[in-house]
C-alpha cells in the first residue's frame, strides 16, 4: 500500500515534469512577460487567463487515470492565474479548467469542477488580500505559492469526499490520490513560480545592462556632436562608444572620409583618410544600417587583408530630413561574435547622434540668422552716422538754430526711410527723398569740403526700385570717396535711359574704388544681388573707376511702366 | 598756459570744439588742422602741448599719425572720435584721454582738469603709435599718397622741409620729420641732413678728408659725413 502510494507519487511528479518543461519553454516568449508582475489591466488580465486555462487543462492531461477519476496537477493553472490575475482572473481559469474536467465525465467529475473553480478563487483571494495589504513582494515567492497549493488541494480533497457519491468510492479515492497530488501540486506551483522569477530575473538583468550602458553612453556624449560634426568631437564620440560598449573598434565618417577610429586595427584605419569599406558606401546610399557578421556576410577589412576585424555594423546618421551625413561603424575581431545588445545599442547611439547632429546645424542657423539680423539693425541705425550727425547739428545750433532745425529733420526722414525692410519696392522718388535727407546732414557736416550735383529727369522719378539701393551706394561714395579727400569733394548723380534700360550713375571725384572681398552687410554686393533676383542678370550695379580721378556705381534698372510684377 | 591744436577734418567739430575750450582762460588755441599732413606740418611747426585728435580723417587716420610723430616731441594726445567702438576699449585699456562727439562740456572740463595737473606720458605704442612706417605719406598737386619704404633712395632735409628721393631721381616732399623716419624706419643716418636706405647702397667711395660717397642702386649718389661714416660702417657690417 505505501509502496502503491509512493509509486503513485513518482509517476505523477514525472508528469509534473513535462508539465514543467512546457511552462519553461513557454516562459521563453514574449507571452510570459505581462505574467512577470502582478496585472492590473484588461489585456494583461486576458493574457494571465488564456496562459493559466491552458495550463489547467493541461493540467488535466497530464494527469493519471486512477479507476475512474484522474489524479492531476490541474490546480497549478487555477492557484496560480488566481494569484497573479486576483479573483476575477482566478475564477475564470477554475471555470475553464472545471468545466473541461465535467467535460470528461467520471464519478468526480462534478467534485473536480466545483474544486477547481475554489481553487481558483483560493488564489484569487489571497492575491486580493496580500495587495491589500502591500505585500506583492510575498505574492512572488514559491512558498507563498506552494502552501497556497497545498490549502487548495486538502480543500479539493474535502470537497470531493463532501460531493462525490458514494461516499465508501470518494473515500478510497482520495486515499489513493490524496498524498501524489497534494505532493506534486504544491511542488510544481512553487517551481512555476520558480521558474516566473528566473525568467524575470534574466529579463532585468539584460534590460538593466542595456540601459545602464545605454544611459551611460547618452550621458558621457552628451552634446559632443552638438558643436560640430568634425574629426575632433568624433574622436571625443567614438572613444566614448569604444570604452562602454567594448566592442573591437568604434569608426565615425562622414560622407566621404573616416572621421575617427578607434580601437583594434587604428594602425591601418586612419582619419582623414578616404572610405574604402562597400557596406559604408552601401549604408550611405541606400540609408539603411548594414551587418555584416562575417558569416552569411562576410566581411573583411578593405584596407589590409589581415586585419583582425571580422564582422562589422555600419549604421547611417542622419541630419536635416533623414539625409546621411556619415555613418558609425561598430567592429569585432573574428573570434569574437557581434552581441544583439550591441548591434540594437549601436543603433540607439546612432539616433541620438543623428539628433545632436541636426540640434547643432540648427543652432549655427539660427546664429547665422541673428548675426544678419544684427547687421541689418546696425546698417539700420548707421552709429558711426548718427553720432556724426548729432555733432555736427550740435554744432549748427549756436550759429543758425534754424538750420539746425532743418538738420534734425531731415534726419528723422533719413531714420524713418532707413528703418523699412530691404525687401520693399519703393519708387526713386522715394528713395531720392531718403539720400537727399542723408546728403543735407553730410553737405553741412563737411561743411564746404563737399559739393553736391543731382540731376535727374522728373520721368524718371516713378521707376520702381528695391528700397535701399541708391542710398548705400550714395553713402559709400562719400564714406570711401569724397571724404578720404584731403581737398573738395564732388559727388554727381544723374540718369539716362538706354532702351528699356534706366542708368542712375553715382560719381565721385575721389576714384577710390577697391573690390572688396565678400563685400560689406548693406552694400554695394547685396543691392547688386537683389537687383539681379528681383529683375534679372541683365540688371544690378557696374562699377567703373579711374583711380585718383573718379568712381562711377552704375545702377541698372529695368524702365518698365508696369511695376506689377513686383513680389 | 596750455597750448593746444585741434585736428578734425571737419570744419564745425573744429569751431564746436575751439568754443567749448575759448572761455579757459589758461589755454590757448595756437591753430587747427583738418587732416593728418596739415596736422604733421603745425605740430612740428608750432610743438602744441596737447592736440585734441580725431580719429576718423581722410587718407591718414588720427592713429595712423601717431607713428609718424617724432617719439621724442610727443605733444599730449585726447582723441576725440563720433563713433569707433574698439579705438575707445583701446583708450579704456591703456588710460588714455579721448571725447566723444558731441563733447559734453562735463566731461571736458574733467579732461581739462587732469591736463593742468599733470601730463604724464602716454603709452603711444600700446595703441600702435610706435608702428614701423612701412609706407609713407608724401604730398603733393593737392592730395596725398604714400610712397613705400622699399622704393625710398634716400632723404634729405632741406630749408624748405624734407624730402624723399625715388630711384628716379624724384623728390617727394613729406611732413615727416628726419627724426621720426630715421626712429621708424630702416633708413640709415649718414649726414646731418641725409637719410639712405641701406637696401638701395650699391658702393661707397672714401675720400681723402674722412669723409665718404654713397652711390645707390638707382645711381644716386649721397653724400656721408666724417661724423656717421661710422655708424653706417656698422650697419653694414663693414670693418
Redesign the interface.
Known sequence: MIFDQFNLVLLLLQQMCVYLVIAYLLSKTPLFIPLMQVTIRLPHKLACYLVFSTFCILGTYFGLHIDDSIANTRAIGAVLGGLLGGPSVGLAVGFTGGLHRYSLGGPTATACMISTVTEGLIGGLVHRWLIRRGRVDILFTPWLVGGVALFAEVMQMLIILAVARPFAMAAQLVEHIALPMLVSNTIGSAMFMRILLDRRAMFEKYSTAFSSRALKIAARAEGALRDGFNQENSTKVARIIYEETGVGAVAITDRDKLLAFIGIGDDHHLPGTPITSAYTFEAIARNEVVFADGNAMPYRCSIRPGCPLGSTLVIPLQGEGDRVVGTIKLYEPKRKLFSRLNRTLGEGIAKLLSRQILAGRVDAQQQLLAQSEIKLLHAQVN??F???A???I???I?RDPDHARRLIQYLSTFFRKNLKRPSDVVTLADELEHVNAYLQIEL??????LDVAIDLPERFLGVQLPAFSLQPIVENAIKHGT?????AGRIRIHAHADGDVLSLVVEDNAGLYHPKPGGDGLGMNLVDRRIKVRDGTRFGVRVECEP?VATRVILQLPLATQPEHTT | MIRILIVD?????R??LA?LLAPEADLQIIGQA??A?EAIAAINRLHPDVVFLDI?M??ISGLQLLAMLDPERMPHIVFVT??DEFAVQAFEEHAFDYL????EPARLAKTLARLRKERAPQQIDAIGGNAPLTQLPCYGH???YLLKVDAVEYALSRLSGVYLVDADGNEHFTELTLKTLEDKTPLLRCHRQHLVNPARIAEIRFGDNGAADIHTVGGLTVPVSRRFLRTVKDALGII
Open positions: 552709429p558711426h548718427l553720432f556724426n548729432l555733432n555736427t550740435s554744432a549748427v549756436r553741412a557736416r563737411f561743411a564746404g569740403r571724404s578720404q579727400l584731403l581737398g585718383d | 577734418d571737419e570744419p564745425l567739430a569751431d564746436e568754443e583738418g587732416n599732413i576718423q581722410p587718407q563720433a563713433f566723444l562727439k558731441p563733447v593737392n592730395r596725398v
